[in-house]
């Protein structure tokens, strides 16, 4: 998905660090399956609302 946001809509992609979901990097909060489908679905949450408003 942010594959697919950098390619497709640059413009919006400078904003993904801005994302308040993100994966956890560091020792003590692992990254869990739920943390990467909490982040897939803000992604693609993200670029729904953008594609809307940008119609």
Not at 1 to 14: A, G, H, K, N, W
Request: charged share 35%; proline share 7%; no cysteine.
């Amino acid at each position: 998905m942010t594959v697919r946001i950098e390619q497709e809509y640059p413009e919006l992609y400078r904003y993904l660090d801005e994302n308040p979901i993100t994966i956890p990097v560091d020792d003590e909060a692992k990254p869990t399956y739920n943390s990467f489908v909490d982040y897939l679905e803000s992604l693609k949450s993200i670029l729904e609302k953008y594609m809307e408003s940008h119609k």
